[in-house]
């Protein structure tokens, strides 16, 4: 690993499109955001590529928009909202605002480590898949700290999402995917979800539309400090899930 | 998180491995505390097996520093992978801690 590669990705902007973009939304981030980018930095910058960071923020009341700022990053741009709109919301703005040929939504607790993300570049690049899906759910995943609660409840969406919307995928929730820049503008265009199963609506649409969907097995841990409501949100995820089915039948999503 | 201990030099050595989180302080805070109620003030934290490190597991760090240098001691880190060191420039506590390539450099300084 090259320490000049990170300085070099730290002061100096890149000129032409760069290949990859990396969007982490980040909603009261002030205790985690600094040491994921830390992480995201030092192994991307070694990767070979020109590369741009994008931290969405998704109107933080606390420093995280002020501790991002700080950092001096050349190549890291830092999307402001007045407003809270939720991740959903976050996510859209800053796949919208990427210019990568392709593109990363990683969470910002760095929850699956960046070094996964070689796999998944891999199958955009040589297999020419549209969308690569960080998995907990295929062979050769490893989860770690998961409580047997949150274990019983991912089995259970996993059964409705598959039986229900036809999704062909066992894990939509995990907060690392990746898209070529088509699939990524095209998908993210056509979004009505703003909360946390916008993942659900992004793949039903990619399904819908046909596009290639690899599901990728990753290393996964429960980090510490989620905001995520578990008993909420998977109220918000069954409501969802049926605002999926209704716009759909209402012909909502039309493709640009 | 993997985590072994020596001694060398006449300084104690904790060596962490794996992600240094929240989830994986409890054993640091204690051989901290361990090293503070034995009346030890020069330490050293290995962080060559560390890939990532949190902002608890930072905290943990900068409390186990204060309390060596408020008797007079330090603590002192070696041996960082480079997402570990950027992390720290970022959250610019390289400048409060005192860091080493390797663990002879560490524990030299302190003899």
């Given at each position: 690993m090259s320490y000049e590669?990170?300085?070099?990705?730290?002061?100096k902007?890149?000129?032409?499109i760069?290949?990859?973009?990396?969007v982490?939304?980040?909603?009261?981030?002030?205790?985690?955001?600094?040491?994921?980018?830390?992480a995201?930095?030092?192994?991307?910058?070694?990767?070979?590529?020109?590369?741009?960071?994008?931290?969405?923020?998704?109107?933080?009341?606390?420093?995280?928009?002020?501790?991002?700022?700080?950092?001096?990053l050349?190549n890291l741009?830092?999307?402001k909202?007045?407003?809270?709109g939720?991740k959903?919301?976050?996510v859209q703005?800053g796949?919208?605002?990427?210019k990568?040929r392709?593109?990363?939504?990683?969470?910002?607790?760095?929850s699956?480590?960046?070094?996964?993300?070689?796999?998944?570049?891999?199958k955009?690049?040589?297999?020419?898949?549209?969308v690569?899906?960080?998995?907990?759910?295929?062979?050769?995943?490893?989860?770690?700290?998961k409580?047997?609660l949150?274990?019983?409840?991912?089995?259970g969406?996993?059964?409705i999402?598959?039986?229900?919307?036809?999704?062909?995928?066992?894990?939509?929730?995990?907060?690392f995917?990746m898209?070529t820049?088509?699939?990524?503008?095209?998908?993210?265009?056509?979004?009505t979800i703003?909360?946390?199963?916008?993942?659900?609506?992004i793949?039903?649409l990619?399904?819908?539309?046909?596009?290639?969907i690899?599901e990728?097995?990753?290393?996964w841990?429960d980090?510490?400090?989620s905001?995520?409501?578990?008993?909420?949100?998977?109220?918000?995820?069954?409501?969802d899930l049926?605002?999926i089915?209704v716009n759909?039948?209402k012909?909502?999503?039309?493709?640009? | 998180?993997d985590?072994t201990?020596?001694v060398?030099?006449?300084?104690?050595i904790i060596?962490?491995?794996?992600?240094?989180?929240?989830?994986?302080v409890?054993p640091?805070?204690?051989?901290?505390k361990g090293?503070?109620?034995a009346?030890?003030?020069?330490?050293?934290?290995?962080?060559?097996?560390?890939?990532?490190i949190?902002?608890?597991a930072?905290?943990?760090?900068v409390?186990?520093l204060?309390?060596?240098?408020?008797?007079?001691?330090?603590l002192?880190l070696?041996?960082?992978q480079?997402?570990v060191r950027?992390?720290?420039?970022?959250t610019?506590l390289?400048?409060a801690?005192?860091?080493?390539?390797?663990?002879e450099?560490?524990?030299?300084?302190q003899?």
């Amino acid at each position: 690993m090259s320490y000049e590669n990170y300085k070099n990705w730290k002061t100096k902007a890149i000129s032409g499109i760069p290949h990859l973009s990396i969007v982490i939304p980040a909603y009261n981030e002030q205790e985690r955001i600094v040491a994921t980018i830390g992480a995201i930095a030092s192994h991307v910058s070694d990767l070979g590529f020109e590369w741009e960071l994008l931290i969405a923020d998704d109107g933080s009341k606390d420093d995280t928009v002020k501790l991002v700022e700080e950092l001096g990053l050349v190549n890291l741009r830092l999307l402001k909202t007045p407003k809270n709109g939720g991740k959903g919301n976050a996510v859209q703005r800053g796949m919208i605002a990427s210019k990568g040929r392709y593109v990363l939504f990683a969470d910002a607790d760095n929850s699956t480590p960046i070094e996964e993300i070689s796999k998944l570049l891999a199958k955009l690049e040589k297999e020419n898949y549209d969308v690569a899906v960080g998995s907990r759910a295929v062979e050769g995943a490893e989860e770690s700290n998961k409580s047997f609660l949150r274990h019983l409840l991912s089995g259970g969406l996993r059964w409705i999402v598959k039986n229900v919307l036809r999704i062909n995928v066992r894990d939509t929730q995990c907060g690392f995917k990746m898209y070529t820049q088509k699939a990524a503008k095209e998908l993210h265009a056509m979004q009505t979800i703003m909360g946390f199963s916008f993942d659900l609506e992004i793949l039903f649409l990619a399904s819908k539309y046909g596009l290639r969907i690899a599901e990728v097995p990753v290393s996964w841990v429960d980090a510490p400090g989620s905001k995520v409501d578990t008993k909420k949100e998977i109220q918000r995820f069954l409501r969802d899930l049926v605002n999926i089915q209704v716009n759909n039948f209402k012909g909502v999503y039309r493709r640009m | 998180m993997d985590i072994t201990h020596k001694v060398s030099n006449s300084i104690n050595i904790i060596q962490l491995g794996g992600r240094f989180d929240a989830h994986e302080v409890a054993p640091v805070v204690a051989w901290l505390k361990g090293q503070a109620e034995a009346g030890k003030v020069n330490l050293v934290v290995n962080l060559a097996g560390v890939n990532f490190i949190d902002s608890t597991a930072l905290s943990t760090l900068v409390q186990g520093l204060k309390h060596c240098r408020e008797k007079n001691g330090e603590l002192h880190l070696c041996c960082m992978q480079q997402p570990v060191r950027v992390i720290f420039e970022l959250t610019r506590l390289d400048k409060a801690f005192s860091i080493y390539t390797s663990e002879e450099e560490a524990t030299a300084f302190q003899a």
